[in-house]
């Protein structure tokens, strides 16, 4: 089945302590995002990736890291949590590089840090 | 500063009726917009897309109609049903000038009722 996994689901942590959320996707997607949803605010990008070590910010990547070793992974680093980083995280991908094409979301991840 | 922007939070429509979801936007460079349906606890699923070239694109019961002098679009659903009842994001990107960003509104709640 097509589809884009993200792990954990849910992962409650502490201020300062680093964590990693895999994004993975078996589509052979160009094209890979990351975005928060928080009330009233929408989705927010985080950052993308073009292709393999091709990485860009969006709006909001204050505080995260990413990678893009392989195509198909995506993960997103959160070196030292902090509690404005508590939200519901998703992962994207697209099968081009151009914004001319639908993304494919992962199921989320809600994240709180304490 | 918000450059896409949804100002209904909700909506509720009776079954059988027409729903009609609002979203403005300010950025004059973005020339691609996406809708995407959301139901709890899962990711977006893409709706329905129009380019800036075209002013309405069709897809069954899905109507997005595009109207660049006033930087607004709107999806019409029509019949409206209670599966339709989710959280609707529109969504941007200035493909030609910067692929790979995408600008995602707050969502409108849309509520149909049987």
């Known amino acids: 089945e097509a589809q884009v996994t993200q792990n954990p689901r849910y992962l409650i942590t502490v201020t300062g302590k680093k964590l990693t959320v895999t994004c993975s996707q078996n589509?052979?997607?160009?094209?890979m995002s990351w975005y928060r949803q928080d009330p009233g605010l929408g989705l927010r990008q985080i950052y993308y990736?073009?292709?393999?070590?091709?990485?860009d910010k969006g709006d909001v990547p204050e505080g995260y890291k990413v990678s893009r070793k392989e195509k198909r992974n995506f993960p997103l680093i959160l070196e030292s949590p902090s509690p404005n980083q508590t939200s519901l995280y998703f992962c994207?991908?697209?099968?081009?590089?151009?914004?001319?094409?639908?993304?494919?979301f992962g199921p989320g991840t809600r994240l709180t840090v304490l | 500063d918000q450059q896409v922007k949804q100002n209904s939070p909700s909506l509720s429509v009776q079954e059988g009726r027409i729903s009609i979801l609002n979203c403005d936007y300010t950025?004059?460079?973005?020339?691609?917009f996406l809708w995407y349906k959301k139901y709890p606890a899962e990711g977006p699923t893409f709706l329905i897309s129009?380019?800036?070239?075209?002013d309405k694109n069709e897809d069954g019961r899905f109507t997005v109609f595009l109207n660049k002098s006033a930087k607004h679009l709107s999806l019409h659903i029509v019949p409206s049903q209670p599966g339709d009842s989710a959280v609707y994001f529109c969504?941007?990107?200035?493909?030609?000038?910067?692929?790979?960003?995408?600008?995602f509104g707050d969502g409108t709640t849309l509520t149909v009722k049987p």
């Open positions: 994207a991908s697209s099968p081009s590089t151009s914004s001319y094409n639908e993304q494919f």
């Open positions: 589509m052979n997607h160009e094209y």
């Open positions: 990736s073009m292709n393999v070590e091709v990485t």
């Open positions: 950025n004059s460079m973005f020339d691609y």
């Open positions: 129009i380019s800036s070239i075209k």
């Open positions: 969504a941007a990107s200035a493909a030609r000038t910067n692929a790979g960003k995408s600008t």
